[in-house]
T-cell receptor, first 114, second 111 residues
Framework: EPEVTQTPSHQVTQMGQEVILRCVPISNHLYFYWYRQILGQKVEFLVSFYNNEISEKSEIFDDQFSVERPDGSNFTLKIRSTKLEDSAMYFC????????????FGPGTRLTVL | AQSVTQLGSHVSVSEGALVLLRCNYSSSVPPYLFWYVQYPNQGLQLLLKYTSAATLVKGINGFEAEFKKSETSFHLTKPSAHMSDAAEYFCAVSEGQNFVFGPGTRLSVLP
């Protein structure tokens, strides 16, 4: 069964450094998402991406964040200058297209900012 | 904006007992509702979803949920809890192209 994959599974970085989190969505899906989950808290929407551009973003997704689909398979989340409070699990998700379609989630990347 | 509330951040049941996890939503349009499960150190896995067909939805692992428009609820149930059901459960409503998640309910199953 196709699945969303994410790399790395765990990323440790120093405050102020740039990080890039990578995702490979399911191949026939058209909508891509990033969510964040701070330890012990709810899953928070960051951004959705369709047709090579951002379709929606939350207040969390400020100028420090960017997303890109550099080729036909990868979908990346970049944090330009990490802060301690960026430490969280980051989940990528994808779905075919309709609001009724299931969003399929990747296993997540645990980001630790020191 | 749509929102989701889940009553009870932590629910404990005995093995074999009924599981009831509550979810209420607010939506100005007919909602699409989802339940996801998150096992420790894993991603989110879909349990079931409501997309305006049958109001009683059956999902994986013996779970089901009933959409009640009059109560704006979508509670998740399972007749008999198993130890392997211990996990975090999230209710979500589809809003536009993204999901709004509830705060989650941690289910503990006691032997």
């Amino acid at each position: 069964e196709p699945e969303v994959t994410q790399t790395p599974s765990h990323q440790v970085t120093q405050m102020g450094q740039e990080v890039i989190l990578r995702c490979v969505p399911i191949s026939n899906h058209l909508y891509f998402y990033w969510y964040r989950q701070i330890l012990g808290q709810k899953v928070e929407f960051l951004v959705s991406f369709y047709n090579n551009e951002i379709s929606e973003k939350s207040e969390i997704f400020d100028d420090q964040f960017s997303v890109e689909r550099p080729d036909g398979s990868n979908f990346t989340l970049k944090i330009r200058s990490t802060k301690l409070e960026d430490s969280a699990m980051y989940f990528c998700a994808s779905r075919v297209g309709l609001p009724t379609d299931t969003q399929y989630f990747g296993p997540g990347t645990r980001l630790t900012v020191l | 904006a749509q929102s989701v509330t889940q009553l009870g951040s932590h629910v404990s049941v005995s093995e074999g007992a009924l599981v009831l996890l509550r979810c209420n939503y607010s939506s100005s349009v007919p909602p699409y509702l989802f339940w996801y499960v998150q096992y420790p150190n894993q991603g989110l896995q879909l349990l079931l979803k409501y997309t305006s067909a049958a109001t009683l939805v059956k999902g994986i692992n013996g779970f089901e949920a009933e959409f009640k428009k009059s109560e704006t609820s979508f509670h998740l149930t399972k007749p008999s809890a198993h130890m392997s059901d211990a996990a975090e459960y999230f209710c979500a409503v589809s809003e536009g192209q993204n999901f709004v998640f509830g705060p989650g309910t941690r289910l503990s199953v006691l032997p």
